[in-house]
């Protein structure tokens, strides 16, 4: 059998191993490609002390899960413009949200754990992702990632920092059937929340100014108490001055009814004050009996107290201090009602009160005295309308540069409580260039290991069938095989048969035992591989004492030349020198007319020239 | 319309189509050419013996004249088409120039967003800006790619990166094939920068329009003047915290300005013009102006009302507290410095009393704001109508308004030169085109294939169709 060599079985089916490899690898690239996901990553950190207590600014629990609330991703579909072409539970889905621990914080709190103290610490490090298809692509992934946090970081300061409104309540109140007063009172009551919240943002950041609006807070509420202090003013005057209304009878029904609402609700407060009272006197009492007041100035804490303890910015009233301010804000409540009362009787009075003009008439009238008798009523009424009209219009333009100052400000506020550690990066899911070039390298060891295996045992069947273990040669099978394989094929040029028989085989068989045949045949062969050498031949033994070699990039002479050198290695021969050999030698060599294998195998029958090798009639001579 | 329609697809779609196709016409046949030759070759191969086969590639014709000539003549074709085609893909680079750039903010601290690059917004206004005909905003956008030229990575610390410049790249299709690619390019990084800088950077809003102040009352144009003038301030005064030593090129300061303002304030409104209208009583509509102010210090009084209720119950609430329950407890603790003091437990009445200071600080602000307008009822009832004087409040109101606008457009100035100052243009743009190298690369490599097709063409025929 052949030797065990590995490049041998690889040289020929390589180029077929590569190009199959290299097929099957586009295809593995193919199959990753189209179902990789691309995913866009970006690392935020909350600022605020308290994150790293799990908490919010304003001391809620911190949920970061809000990233991909659904509040923040319908906003995020709306912006995009993919409503109807994404759910936004499927945009949900394709987040992540991964906490980043800081280790010297964790092993602290171990440590601390460890010693029975209590420490909190909750991550305030995140890596928020999105994945996206491949047929949706990096950018999309990276887009849909900013969108996200554009809008997460201007509605955690809108639910976390910023959080008093500055909405506009009056847009269009002139188009409802409100009383003038009553429309003045809402527009002056709006202005006033407006001023409150406007005055808490400054308190906040006295120089914040919107790029967008060019406007900061403080001129914003400088603008609404310049229309409150000119116009708001001037139009409440001239509607006391007219006594204008729409309505006299309502009004003062409206009015009356605020009052008797004051009676009541003084009645009731008047009663809680009572009973705060009793209370009050019913803790001291037992807090007196139980020991609890006997503390002196000398009292001191005996432990050393953390300041952040003492800082920490939670409510701190105790019960007692609780029944004061109850008792306090009941109070407070009755006596603004008092006030309040006050107020709707002045209104009553301007608005019954009778100039003398219309003699008296305006007491049993629905029509107030002004809109009987003052001739100046209706131009007043139509300046009250048109001036209501021009104030809507511009307090609602202010509340518009507002609420987008508001908005900016929300967005400034996020992204000072969140900062960005990484942007956003977009990587696959798998990279799909290092597992092709693995899929390459295991496919072509599967490949050259399977060349190998099947080489081996091609070698194997080929010694098993088709060798002949005699002489060690292909045997007649493989000629067989060899010329059914070249029938359709057409010869290369120097492609030289050479068939060699040994003629007296039987006579030698007969004469000499079997024995001396089979040690002949074996000369034979060891002769023919002797002289062939290196030419590119393939040896057969065709059984009877018949040889045939198939020599290619030769020609004719040179195989003659061996076949030559041959016969004189016989003649010379050492061993079985009393063995007259006869033999045969056929030569052929491809020509125009035998290009075909069976054509030049029968041309070398045909040009076949009998020898005899004597050494008897050698040695008498 | 139809007209103006067929017309721009004759003289711009069609043309920049044309070349594509031509282009791709010309691949095909070559390619085409290429698959007959290697067909022929392949089945016309067992027809001749491995000799024949080396001879006939031994003996080619490789330098044939009417393969070279065919070579160059399509390859020419080839170049003048390509060159059409890669100009229809161009990309910028936009990078940000301003320090809060590297903490993924914009100028103005909100957080920076890559993907407004190419909004709506920027590319309608691309469009407007470029009066580009044809074309919608989703049809544009869906050309236009952007991405960080470098980004980080989240595995760990030393991968995180702020990106701070972006690519943003331009191919154009079959709806956008008529537009000039590189002016394409050019207009949306310019209505970009336009957009950042009108969304991002400083702005100070004036109010441009001049108020009729023929028909204001002299009391509200001084409130009209405070506002404006508080405004200016406000402005000068946040500039000055982001840079109180950046001076201007004429030698100014937003605190020297600020300083100018301030002193006009007190000297020409508070003290000129206030004083000449309150010591002369002028009103444009007296009994009008003389009934607001009853009403305003009405309104005011039920205000004062309620804070001095407040008040008193707040000092009510003080004195309630029983003697025994007061008491506070001390507490050892140490500050931020690290020093250890003795701190006291807080109680209600502390908080009380706070409360109490500040009702009292609100009664006393709405008794003066009664006074004044007392003062000024008094004033105006006791006037009796001067013309001279009016005339001068009207000159000197005019003379203000004019100073104030001045001071107006010096603040300004100066905040602009300090945004130059700052952020260097805060956003900087470079336009790549077609690279000559990147054209020459195509070209030879289509020369090269074209000769290797020509030359397997002829060779194919060299083989003969029987054996």
């Known amino acids: ?621 | 319309m139809f007209t103006d329609m067929l017309q721009n697809l004759i003289t711009n779609t069609l043309p920049a189509m044309l070349t594509g196709i031509l282009q791709k016409l010309l691949l095909l046949i070559f390619a085409l050419l290429l698959l007959v030759a290697i067909v022929r070759i392949a089945m016309r191969i067992n027809n001749v013996n491995r000799t024949e086969r080396t001879q006939i590639f031994k003996t080619a014709e490789y330098l044939n004249a009417w393969i070279l000539l065919v070579c160059f003549v399509t390859t020419i074709l080839f170049g003048f088409l390509n060159h059409f085609e890669m100009k229809k893909s161009v990309h910028a680079i936009v990078s940000l120039n301003y320090s809060e750039a590297s903490q993924a903010l914009n100028s103005n601290g909100t957080r920076y967003n890559m993907a407004e690059i190419i909004s709506d917004e920027v590319v309608e206004k691309a469009i407007e800006k470029g009066a580009l005909e044809d074309v919608t905003v989703k049809q544009l956008k869906n050309c236009l790619v952007v991405y960080p030229c470098v980004q980080g990575g989240v595995g760990d610390e030393s991968q995180y990166h702020i990106s701070t410049e972006f690519a943003v790249e331009y191919h154009a299709s079959k709806d956008t094939a008529h537009l000039d690619s590189e002016n394409v390019i050019k207009l949306i990084t310019s209505a970009y920068k336009e957009y950042y800088i009108e969304k991002y950077t400083d702005n100070f809003s004036i109010d441009a329009e001049k108020p009729e102040f023929e028909n204001m009352e002299y009391m509200d144009i001084v409130s009209y003047f405070d506002k404006e003038t508080m405004a200016i301030l406000n402005y000068l005064y946040g500039m000055a915290g982001k840079n109180p030593s950046f001076v201007t090129e004429s030698g100014s300061t937003f605190n020297s300005i600020a300083g100018k303002v301030h002193q006009f304030k007190e000297t020409q409104l508070n003290q000129n013009l206030k004083s000449l209208i309150l010591q002369n009583g002028i009103a444009r509509e007296k009994n009008e102006y003389v009934d607001r102010l009853l009403y305003h210090n009405k309104n005011v009084d039920f205000d004062r009302q309620k804070n001095e209720v407040s008040y008193q119950l707040c000092n009510k609430a003080i004195d309630m507290y029983s003697e025994e329950m007061t008491r506070v407890v001390l507490v050892p603790t140490w500050d931020q410095a690290g020093k250890y003091y003795m701190g006291r437990t807080k109680v209600g009445v502390d908080e009380l009393s706070v409360m109490a200071t500040n009702f009292s600080n609100y009664v006393a602000s709405n008794e003066k704001e009664i006074m004044d307008n007392k003062l000024i009822i008094d004033k105006i009832s006791a006037n009796k109508k001067n013309e001279e004087t009016y005339a001068s409040a009207d000159s000197l109101v005019e003379s203000i308004y004019s100073s104030i606008k001045a001071f107006e457009k010096e603040a300004i100035n100066a905040g602009r030169e300090y945004s130059r100052h700052k952020m260097n243009q805060c956003v900087a743009v470079s336009i790549y085109g077609v690279s000559l190298m990147s054209e020459l690369k195509s070209i030879v490599l289509f020369a090269a294939f074209a000769y290797v097709t020509l030359v397997l063409r002829k060779i194919s025929k060299c083989f003969p169709k029987k054996a």
């Not at chain 1, 003013?233 to 006594?243: D, G």
């Not at chain 1, 028989?501 to 001396?516: G, K, M, P, S």
Request: charged share 25%; hydrophobic share 35%; aromatic share 10%.
């Open chain 1, 1 to 621: 059998m052949k030797n065990f060599q590995i490049l041998r079985y690889l040289k020929k089916i390589l180029p077929i191993i590569v190009v199959f490899c290299l097929l099957a690898t586009y295809g593995v690239y193919y199959k990753l490609s189209s179902s990789n996901t691309y995913i866009a990553s970006e690392v935020i950190h909350y600022n605020d002390e308290q994150a790293e207590k799990g908490l919010a600014p304003t001391g809620d629990k911190l949920d970061v899960n809000e990233i991909k609330s659904s509040a923040v991703m319908s906003r995020v579909v709306d912006k995009m413009g993919l409503t109807g072409t994404y759910s936004v539970d499927s945009l949900i889905s394709r987040m992540d949200i991964t906490p980043i621990e800081d280790a010297d914080k964790v092993a602290q709190k171990e440590a601390k754990l460890e010693e029975g103290e209590e420490y909190i610490y909750e991550p305030s490090t995140f890596i928020v992702s999105f994945a996206a298809t491949s047929g949706e692509g990096a950018e999309f992934a990276r887009t849909v990632l900013d969108e996200v946090l554009d809008v997460y970081f201007e509605q955690f300061s809108q639910k976390y920092v910023n959080v008093a409104p500055a909405n506009n309540t009056i847009e269009n109140l002139n188009q409802n059937d409100y009383d003038f007063i009553e429309m003045m009172e809402l527009i002056d009551t709006s202005i006033e929340n407006t001023l409150t919240t406007l005055y808490q943002r400054i308190e906040q950041n006295n120089y914040y100014r919107s790029t967008e609006t060019g406007t900061s807070f403080a001129e914003l509420a400088d603008d609404f108490n310049y229309l409150r202090q000119v116009n708001v003013s001037s139009l409440f005057s001239k509607i006391y001055k007219h006594q204008i209304t729409k309505n006299k009878s309502v009004l003062i029904s409206d009015y009356t009814t605020r009052i008797d609402n004051n009676d009541i609700s003084n009645e009731k407060d008047e009663s809680l004050v009572e009973d705060i009272v009793t209370v009050i006197d019913a803790y001291v009492k037992k807090m007196r009996e139980s020991g609890n007041t006997n503390i002196s100035y000398e009292y001191i804490l005996d432990n050393l107290h953390e300041r952040n303890l003492q800082d920490y910015v939670g409510d701190q009233t105790v019960t007692y201090d609780e029944l004061i301010y109850s008792w306090r804000d009941r109070n407070e409540s009755k006596q603004h009602a008092i006030i309040d009362t006050a107020y709707c009787n002045y209104i009553l009075d301007t608005f019954t009160d009778c100039t003398g003009k219309c003699g008296g008439k305006c007491a049993s009238s629905a029509l107030t005295c002004s809109e009987i008798c003052d001739a100046e009523y209706a131009q007043a009424r139509a300046e009250v309308e048109t001036g209501i009209e021009t104030l809507l219009k511009e307090l609602t333009t202010l509340y518009d540069t507002t609420m987008k100052t508001n908005n900016e400000y929300n967005k400034y506020l996020g992204a000072s409580y969140i900062s960005v550690l990484s942007s956003a990066s977009v990587r696959e899911s798998v990279n799909v260039m290092l597992y092709t070039a693995i899929a390459f390298f295991f496919l072509m060891v599967l490949c050259c290991g399977g060349a190998i295996v099947l080489g081996r045992a091609g070698d194997i069947i080929n010694y098993i069938f088709y060798t002949d273990h005699l002489t060690e040669f292909n045997n007649r099978a493989h000629l067989d095989k060899y010329l059914k394989a070249k029938d359709k094929k057409l010869l290369d040029d120097g492609v030289v048969y050479c068939m060699l028989d040994i003629t007296n085989l039987a006579h030698i068989n007969a004469e000499y035992t079997r024995d001396v045949g089979d040690e002949i045949i074996k000369m034979f062969t060891r002769y023919i591989k002797e002289n062939f050498g290196k030419s590119k031949t393939e040896y057969i033994y065709n059984g009877n004492g018949s040889f045939v070699m198939l020599t290619e990039e030769s020609d004719y002479i040179t195989v003659e030349d061996i076949m030559r050198l041959f016969r004189l290695r016989l003649d010379e021969r050492e061993e079985h020198k009393n063995v007259v050999i006869e033999y045969k030698i056929g030569i052929a060599e491809t020509f125009k007319e035998n290009k075909t294998a069976r054509k030049l195998l029968s041309e070398a029958i045909k040009n076949k020239k009998s020898y005899t090798s004597d050494l008897n009639e050698k040695q008498t001579v």
